[in-house]
């Protein structure tokens, strides 16, 4: 079937209409005059005389002596009604948490926004309230968290903390939080803090199970809430210790299927080795990495809503690409929106 713009298309170019004959509507047959009819008139009066129109004044004029002013409309901008859903959830991550939390971000896989993830809850909660929160690296093998995140003021990681641990942990208050900020770098908003990992891969024999306990002990001292990232052995004594001493587990995934049969198989290890709760409790991450809707991610929203306690999506955005420092003031709105969802369900459980 032609378009109806194929005759132009094809180079025609229809004559102008003669002006239409005012006479055209009778011409046409269409016109009736009973559908032109005047209006009626009005009822004669008393005297056989047709009633005269109602006169009509001028306004009459103000008190100062000249017209009266004669207000125009006026438009009234208002602004957007809030997000309710942002509103709730700034709301859940100011509420108390009964205590320290520790969040543990885990796939046995790499590169699907493990440490992405852990940075960006930290910013996310420590953009809310305040102070108390820290981004820690226990990546056994040159985890680059400390790379992403923090001001590097200087080169300390936690092979340094490590070395003077004993000098630390008998500290108290004040005195604890000074000597414990020579270890740690800082946001460049001071959001919150970051533990760099160590690069030498000979220091992960030293990350034990009795070490790592010290060293999230201390942590649950001076914060309020340890987001970690846990690296990519399952195995390694560390990776096991922070699962054991974690309050909320978050499988982070991207929407490629080999992504999520590694976290489907986290979680079924978990089951095996006794910590089915903190399976069955657990917040999936999906992140996608491209602004494209992938045709797998209903897929995956379906299947980790069976496995773990919430599911949560957070958008593409082009400031994470280049896998540089993350500036959380950088991230476009919605994914900032994004991110304080996804943190409240984290934390909420835990609110009072």
């Known amino acids: ?30 016109y009736r005059p009973e559908d032109h009819q005047p209006a009626e008139l009005a009822p004669p009066a008393a005297d056989g005389y047709p009633a005269p129109p109602a006169p009509t004044y001028p306004a009459p004029p103000a008190a100062d002596g000249y017209p009266a002013r004669v207000e125009r409309a006026r438009v009234e901008w208002r602004a957007p009604e809030p997000d309710n859903g942002l509103e709730r959830a700034t709301g859940v991550l100011r509420r108390e948490l009964g205590g320290p939390r520790v969040v543990a971000f885990a796939n046995p896989k790499g ?14 909660v420590g953009s809310v309230r305040g102070r108390g929160v820290l981004a820690w690296d226990d990546n056994e093998l040159r985890g680059t968290l400390g790379l992403r995140a923090g001001s590097a003021r200087h080169a300390r990681t936690i092979r340094h903390l490590i070395h003077d641990l004993a000098q630390i942990e ?9 000597h414990l900020d020579d270890y740690l770098r800082h946001a460049s908003d001071g959001s919150y803090d970051v533990l760099a990992g160590e690069e030498s891969p000979r220091f992960a024999q030293r990350l034990d199970q009795f070490t790592v306990k010290r060293v999230l002990e201390l942590l649950r001292r001076t ?33 490629r299927e080999d992504a999520a049969f590694s976290a489907d198989w986290m979680l079924d290890l978990l089951h095996e080795v006794g910590m089915g709760e903190l399976a069955d409790n657990a917040v999936t991450l999906i992140s996608c990495p491209t602004p494209g809707r992938s045709t797998l991610q209903d897929d995956l929203e379906r299947h980790f809503a069976t496995r773990t306690r919430a599911v949560a999506v957070v958008p593409y955005d082009p400031a994470l690409e280049t896998g540089s420092s993350i500036e959380y003031h950088q991230l476009q709105a919605e994914t900032r929106h994004a991110w304080l969802k996804a943190a409240a369900v984290m934390l909420e459980p835990f609110t009072r």
């Open 1 to 30: 079937m032609d378009s109806r713009y194929a005759l132009l298309d094809n180079g025609h170019r229809a004559d102008p209409s003669p002006p239409e004959s005012r006479y055209a509507l009778l011409d046409r047959g269409r």
């Open 111 to 124: 590169g699907v926004h493990k440490t992405t993830a852990t940075v960006l809850a930290a910013a996310t």
């Open 170 to 178: 008998i500290l108290e208050g004040n005195t604890l939080l000074e």
């Open 223 to 255: 914060h309020e809430v340890v987001c970690v990232d846990t690296g990519n052995n399952v195995e390694s004594p560390n990776w096991r210790t922070v699962m054991q001493a974690a309050d909320q587990l978050v499988v982070t995934t991207v929407p």
